[in-house]
């Protein structure tokens, strides 16, 4: 008996690419599915799109706007919706492969595993591959509890469109997580789901993240940096002090790498504002990253000089054979 799995799909003026989100799941070998489409009030054709598709297993909802910093309500409403065992989340921009509910669902005969994640491949607005969100080279197959945390606690690894997961963890740690001012639900929600059980990774694709500029994501990125770093902190300060001993991690080594994704993070905002010629605000966010590693304070030392001589950092960066700014979206 093949168990179902219900997709949650939040979706928001998606009538460019809600289509091939749809068809992802219709061209899927593993049938045994529903999908559960919470609409945040789109005020395009995102609606009349969904309605084309004359497939049972669509259940769409259309709420009134809640915003990105809502999101723990729009994915719970879904949740508490759902009648799936399982639980997949695949945002309306984004897409699958045809085997990924197939293959991932295999491996829940092990009663250890509670979610399962894979890479995911970034694709811009006409479906073309541009790279990996992060190929994963830290995670072991099945990773416990301890093991998933060395490697979460530092940065977040799990693309939230290559997860499945049981349906029964997410209810006990009260449905996904979403901290205060914070863009997104997907960090908070892994940490804790690593408490109850073992993680496996697969190094295939198992989904298509789109990177395009109307994306809530794209516009959010400092913000979901930052709430990230605070409550990784905060997690491993609540840990037992005996769950610590576990890990390989500390405080300070925690701190560390947060610090530097700052400062890597202000190093590119940075540049942006070099390339359009904000002067000032360049150098702020240089200033911001020269607590960063050795290579990253010798570049933001030369980008602030930049600044005050108004001179096109981009064309320095050229020559030293680096990705131009407008490589980073």
Same mark, same amino acid.
């Given at each position: 008996?093949?168990?179902?799995?219900?997709?949650?799909?939040?979706?928001?003026?998606?009538?460019?690419?809600?289509?091939?989100?749809?068809?992802?799941?219709?061209?899927?070998?593993?049938?045994?599915?529903?999908?559960?489409?919470?609409?945040?009030?789109?005020?395009?054709?995102?609606?009349?799109?969904?309605?084309?598709?004359?497939?049972?297993?669509?259940?769409?909802?259309?709420?009134?706007?809640?915003?990105?910093?809502?999101?723990?309500?729009?994915?719970?409403?879904?949740?508490?919706?759902?009648? $799936?065992? @399982?639980?997949?989340?695949?945002?309306?921009?984004? #897409? &699958?492969?045809?085997? *990924?509910?197939?293959?991932?669902? /295999?491996?829940?005969?092990?009663?250890?595993?509670?979610?399962?994640?894979?890479?995911?491949?970034?694709?811009?607005?006409?479906?073309?591959?541009?790279?990996?969100?992060?190929?994963?080279?830290?995670?072991?197959?099945?990773?416990?509890?301890?093991?998933?945390?060395?490697?979460?606690?530092?940065?977040?690894?799990?693309?939230?469109?290559?997860?499945?997961?049981?349906?029964?963890?997410?209810?006990?740690?009260?449905?996904?997580?979403?901290?205060?001012?914070?863009?997104?639900?997907?960090?908070?929600?892994?940490?804790?789901?690593?408490?109850? $059980?073992? @993680?496996?990774?697969?190094?295939?694709?198992?989904? #298509? &993240?789109?990177?395009? *500029?109307?994306?809530?994501?794209? /516009?959010?990125?400092?913000?979901?940096?930052?709430?990230?770093?605070?409550?990784?902190?905060?997690?491993?300060?609540?840990?037992?002090?005996?769950?610590?001993?576990?890990?390989?991690?500390?405080?300070?080594?925690?701190?560390?790498?947060?610090?530097?994704?700052?400062?890597?993070?202000?190093?590119?905002?940075?540049?942006?504002?070099?390339?359009?010629?904000?002067?000032?605000?360049?150098?702020?966010?240089?200033?911001?990253?020269?607590?960063?590693?050795?290579?990253?304070?010798?570049?933001?030392?030369?980008?602030?000089?930049?600044?005050?001589?108004?001179?096109?950092?981009?064309?320095?960066?050229?020559?030293?054979?680096?990705?131009?700014?407008?490589?980073?979206?």
């Amino acid at each position: 008996m093949n168990p179902l799995i219900s997709i949650i799909t939040p979706t928001y003026n998606h009538e460019k690419y809600i289509s091939k989100c749809i068809e992802s799941l219709i061209n899927q070998t593993y049938e045994n599915w529903e999908q559960l489409i919470i609409d945040d009030g789109s005020t395009d054709n995102t609606a009349a799109i969904v309605s084309d598709f004359n497939d049972k297993r669509i259940i769409y909802v259309k709420q009134d706007n809640l915003g990105i910093y809502n999101l723990q309500k729009t994915y719970n409403k879904a949740l508490s919706m759902s009648s $799936g065992e @399982y639980i997949a989340v695949l945002e309306g921009d984004d #897409y &699958w492969p045809n085997y *990924k509910l197939e293959e991932q669902i /295999k491996i829940f005969k092990n009663q250890r595993i509670v979610l399962g994640w894979g890479n995911a491949q970034i694709v811009n607005g006409e479906n073309e591959v541009e790279g990996f969100v992060h190929k994963s080279k830290s995670f072991p197959q099945i990773s416990s509890t301890h093991d998933t945390l060395d490697t979460l606690l530092l940065r977040n690894q799990i693309p939230a469109c290559t997860v499945l997961c049981r349906k029964n963890a997410l209810s006990k740690i009260g449905g996904f997580q979403q901290p205060p001012n914070s863009p997104c639900v997907d960090y908070a929600t892994w940490l804790n789901l690593s408490k109850l $059980g073992s @993680y496996y990774y697969s190094d295939s694709v198992m989904g #298509y &993240w789109r990177r395009h *500029k109307g994306q809530a994501s794209s /516009k959010s990125a400092f913000e979901m940096l930052k709430s990230n770093i605070d409550y990784s902190l905060d997690f491993f300060n609540n840990m037992p002090n005996e769950e610590k001993k576990l890990l390989t991690v500390n405080y300070q080594k925690i701190t560390e790498f947060k610090n530097q994704m700052l400062a890597d993070f202000n190093f590119i905002l940075g540049r942006k504002c070099l390339y359009k010629k904000d002067w000032r605000k360049s150098r702020d966010y240089f200033k911001k990253s020269l607590n960063g590693s050795n290579i990253v304070k010798f570049y933001s030392s030369v980008g602030i000089l930049c600044g005050f001589l108004r001179i096109d950092f981009e064309k320095l960066v050229l020559i030293l054979n680096k990705k131009h700014i407008n490589d980073f979206k």
